[in-house]
């Protein structure tokens, strides 16, 4: 069995947030006595992760996922609870555990802007003492999964946004962390861009069985990349497990699309009584709950003669955007 | 705080020279912007003023030569830089690296310092053409003294500011804090005026503040006029080791309220 990496119980977040009412009323008031609520972003939350494991954050905006992502890496300092990364106290940032880790943001980044990628790259090898030699192979290997050999000696500045995301991921992974921390890392990327940097992750994951914690809004990294997901919403967890299992409760349903043979078979299957949700001449789709599937298949083709028929699973964003937004999966 | 080697030191000045070259061009304008002890040296020189000090025409021209010196291996502009990474978020990614961030901004400083030698030499030897008399070598032994008080000048600017920037963990705006240090240092520093220049009674105040080590101690010291060597460098020495440990408490605070902010 593997051991947890990651255990966090009960943990919690609070900041403090100074508002102010509009106009110049207002900002005099706000100018004489600020006033300051404590807001608590993340809410007792208890999880474990595993080692070598994807988990998925999911979560509207403002839920908390980078928070719960910030705290993790040690960047932020959490207000109440317990937690544990490969065994050290993130926020106390000992050079072991940060040796161990990683945080990439998809828009923030380290690389130097006025100078080729190559020169940030020797500078982190060398801040995480890094043999030249090591450190070269590192890079030449990486460089060619991440498909950026070319790009290593032109100044980030020129590079364009998907060399420059492939750039940051070279230079945060170049002491080889077992953990990775992964806040929205395809941001701005094309379609293109976004399959390779999914694909690289992988292979990064299978080669070194390093944990990956990830939030993003692309819900293609998160169904390609996560087996497991974590909702996220109000600071609350309200989902973890897996993400099949998250699906198949809820979205019960298949989209049905069949296409008839004539008119008159198209409008006699209309008045079955199933849930149309389009009907396009003799193309109609309907939406079956995933046990009646076999059922209703075998009623019409015995009774209806049919051209073709296709069987799809809703849009994932479509279940997902319903996901993030309720407080109870 | 972090384990510093040889190969990290190397790689880091390596990489930020490159970085502030750059920036030449920049460099090159600051480095011009910085003849304000020129000015004053005019100043002093057509009102007179060096007879009230007991120093010759040509002893107050190496002062200020030298005063050009020192400020031109001892600015610090930290505070600044470090403020809007803090603010903006950029340092999260820093602070997850085995290396104190602040070690990133003194590489920065000391690479500037690097690439502004050239244009600094330049102004030298621009101002000896027009003042020939003022030409002086000092001997090696001054020279390296000379130095060692700029570069102690330079650490306790740096830790000044880096404190003050410290505080914009708590504050946002630590940058307004560093401008009050403004005129003091500006007047006190000996940058306007020899600190010597200054009633006895001020000067005894002077003395026991960092101002009067920032610039004056450090000029006097290459210029050639007289100053007490070993009580400079020793008030230099205290306020590092002051200044160190304040810097530490604030950083290791301060990282404590850092809400990564920007991201």
């Known amino acids: 069995m593997k051991e947890n990496i990651i255990k966090v119980e009960n943990l919690s977040k609070s900041f403090d947030i100074s508002s102010k009412d509009p106009g110049l009323k207002g900002t005099i008031k706000h100018f004489f006595k600020r006033e300051t609520k404590n807001i608590k972003v993340i809410k007792n939350i208890t999880f474990n992760i595993k080692k070598g494991e994807i988990v998925g954050f999911l979560g509207a905006n403002g839920a908390g996922k980078t928070t719960i992502l910030k705290m993790l890496c040690g960047l932020i300092y959490p207000s109440e609870g317990k937690l544990a990364v490969a065994g050290y106290l993130p926020y106390k940032r000992k050079t072991n555990f940060l040796n161990n880790i990683t945080l990439i943001m998809g828009q923030k980044q380290q690389l130097i802007w006025d100078l080729p990628p190559i020169e940030s790259f020797y500078l982190n090898a060398a801040i995480y003492d890094l043999e030249k030699f090591e450190a070269k192979r590192r890079i030449r290997k990486l460089a060619e999964m991440l498909e950026i050999d070319k790009e290593l000696y032109i100044p980030v500045r020129k590079l364009s946004l998907g060399q420059r995301m492939k750039a940051e991921l070279l230079a945060a992974l170049i002491h080889k962390p077992n953990i990775l921390f992964l806040d929205e890392p395809t941001l701005g990327l094309d379609i293109n861009a976004q399959r390779n940097l999914r694909k690289f992750l992988q292979t990064y994951n299978k080669e070194t069985n390093a944990t990956i914690c990830l939030t993003s809004h692309y819900m293609k990294d998160i169904t390609s990349l996560c087996k497991r997901v974590i909702c996220i919403h109000k600071g609350c967890i309200t989902y973890d497990g897996k993400l099949e299992k998250l699906l198949k409760r809820i979205s019960p349903v298949k989209d049905l699309l069949i296409i008839c043979k004539t008119d008159k078979d198209a409008k006699e299957l209309c008045n079955l009584g199933f849930a149309i949700k389009n009907k396009n001449q003799k193309e109609i789709t309907i939406t079956i709950k995933n046990d009646a599937i076999n059922f209703t298949l075998k009623e019409i083709l015995n009774k209806f003669d049919i051209e073709d028929l296709y069987i799809n699973e809703p849009p994932i964003d479509e279940i997902i955007g319903n996901i993030l937004v309720k407080e109870k999966v | ?263």
Not at chain 2, 153 to 172: D, K, M, V
Not at chain 2, 182 to 189: G, Y
Request: aromatic share 18%; hydrophobic share 50%; net charge positive.
């Open chain 2, 1 to 263: 705080m972090s384990n510093l080697n040889r190969h990290k030191i190397i790689t880091l000045l390596k990489v930020q020279y490159s970085n502030m070259l750059e920036y030449r061009v920049e460099i090159a304008l600051w480095a011009i912007s910085g003849i304000i002890p020129f000015f004053m040296l005019n100043i002093w020189t057509n009102n007179n003023l060096n007879e009230s000090i007991n120093l010759s025409n040509t002893m107050l021209s190496r002062y200020f030569l030298s005063a050009f010196f020192v400020r031109q291996f001892s600015v610090v502009w930290v505070v600044f830089t470090f403020e809007e990474d803090a603010l903006l978020g950029k340092i999260s990614p820093y602070l997850l690296q085995p290396l104190n961030p602040f070690f990133r901004y003194f590489a920065q400083h000391l690479a500037e310092q690097i690439t502004r030698l050239p244009f600094a030499i330049i102004i030298a030897l621009i101002f000896f053409l027009f003042n020939k008399e003022s030409f002086w070598i000092p001997s090696l032994g001054i020279f390296l003294l000379s130095c060692l008080a700029t570069f102690f000048s330079f650490l306790i600017q740096f830790l000044i500011q880096s404190i003050i920037a410290c505080l914009c963990f708590w504050t946002e705006k630590a940058s307004s804090i560093e401008r009050l240090l403004f005129i003091p240092t500006l007047f006190l520093s000996g940058l306007l005026a020899p600190v010597i220049s200054f009633p006895e009674y001020v000067r005894s105040w002077i003395y026991i503040t960092p101002f009067p080590y920032l610039i004056d101690f450090p000029a006097n010291l290459l210029s050639g006029n007289k100053t007490n060597l070993i009580s400079g460098l020793l008030m230099q020495i205290f306020w590092i080791s002051v200044l160190f440990p304040v810097f530490k408490k604030t950083w290791s605070m301060g990282t404590k309220k850092y809400t990564a902010m920007g991201s």
